[in-house]
């Protein structure tokens, strides 16, 4: 079912948080395009974007197959929030926590780090 992580730091320097984490953590990456780096984690992944806005994080679940993790998860009580849309980089929806939180899961079209 899940099989990893895929985690979004939004930065105002990306370059120099990319450049921490490939330099000083010593994470592998891989290049998703256009100089997009995504670091492995064990078991999961990490990337700096860019932002003018204020620094955040996301937090994404990721799977081989979104529909099959879903049907699995609804069959479990988990409530769907947002249906599968087609996002180019990778099939995207959203189910609800206990707490009301909504966690976007995602099946990535990407590469992957954790191909490392």
């Keep these: ?12 320097d990306a370059e ?8 000083v953590l010593g994470l592998p990456d891989v290049d998703a395009g256009h100089g997009w780096l995504i670091f492995k984690l064990p078991p ?7 932002t003018d806005e204020e620094p955040r994080h996301e937090f994404y679940l990721m799977c081989d197959d979104i529909r099959a993790t ?12 947002a249906q599968v849309s087609d996002q180019g980089w990778g099939l995207l929806a959203a189910i609800r926590l ?10 990535p079209r990407h590469p992957r780090a954790t191909d490392l």
Excluded: C, T, W
Excluded at 1 to 12: E, K, P, Q
Excluded at 70 to 81: E, F, I, P, S
């Design 16 to 23: 120099a948080d990319r450049a921490f984490l490939r330099d």
């Design 98 to 107: 206990p707490s009301g939180a909504e966690l976007p899961i995602y099946q």
């Design 44 to 50: 999961a992944e990490v990337a700096a974007h860019p």
């Design 70 to 81: 879903l049907d699995d998860l609804a069959r479990k009580g988990v409530q769907v929030d």
């Design 1 to 12: 079912m899940i099989n990893g992580a895929h985690v979004i730091l939004y930065s105002r």
